[in-house]
């Protein structure tokens, strides 16, 4: 498939779901549960500065900041620009939240920028993974760290979910490996500090 196709596949895809992305459903309620589950993991303490890829509504960011009494300055980047009206919308009230339509391998903000980067069930939607973690690496301050949460291929029935997605699903791109991330995160220049599962995810962390 072409980029500019799957660009444009995962573009209609997400303003589709940003109509509803804050009403109650289960494919809601699991991706809530997914960005609490990476949320208690992070290393966050007040004045921090956060980046949130693929942010959707701004919802996870919401609940970090909540967790430093709003201190701190954060940013969510979104390829959707119906989810970033929606954020921008959300968030309309709020001086410390900041709102960018972009693409995960191409984010128009300065290096060194941020002490931490989640990204939560979005990885996989990308065609060009290192780049994405070039990006990261290069706004992460000396010392941050990254957060990846997402399914990853180490046993049958995630291999079997990743050959579904190449039939039903054109905006999937691929799903990784453990040793794939590991490898991933170290070529882009970071240090992979490990990994966490999180009940049939994984969150995959490394450090700057």
């Known amino acids: ?38 949320i208690s993991v992070l290393d966050l303490k007040e004045n921090i500065s956060m980046l949130d890829i693929g942010c959707g509504s701004g919802w996870a960011l919401d609940q970090a900041s909540k967790l430093v009494k709003d201190k701190g300055t954060f940013f969510g980047v979104d390829l959707s620009a119906k989810m970033i009206e929606k954020a921008i919308e959300n968030f309309k009230d709020r001086e410390n939240f900041h709102f960018i339509i972009a693409n995960a391998e191409a984010i128009p903000l300065e290096d060194n920028t941020f002490e931490v980067i989640t990204c939560t069930n979005s990885f996989h939607h990308y065609l060009h993974p290192e780049k994405a973690l070039k990006e990261m690496y290069r706004l992460l301050k000396p010392g941050g760290k990254i957060y990846i949460l997402d399914p990853t291929i180490d046993n049958w029935f995630f291999k079997i979910i990743s050959a579904g997605f190449k039939i039903f699903d054109r905006a999937q791109a691929k799903l990784y ?32």
Do not use: V
């Open 1 to 38: 498939m072409k980029e500019s196709e799957h660009l444009r596949i995962n573009e209609k895809k997400w303003d589709k779901w940003a109509k509803t992305i804050d009403s109650k459903s289960l494919r809601n309620n699991y991706l809530r549960s997914a960005q609490l589950a990476i």
């Open 177 to 208: 490996s453990t040793k794939e991330f590991q490898e991933m995160i170290s070529g882009a220049g970071m240090k992979y500090t490990g990994t966490k599962k999180i009940k049939m995810q994984k969150i995959h962390t490394g450090m700057k």
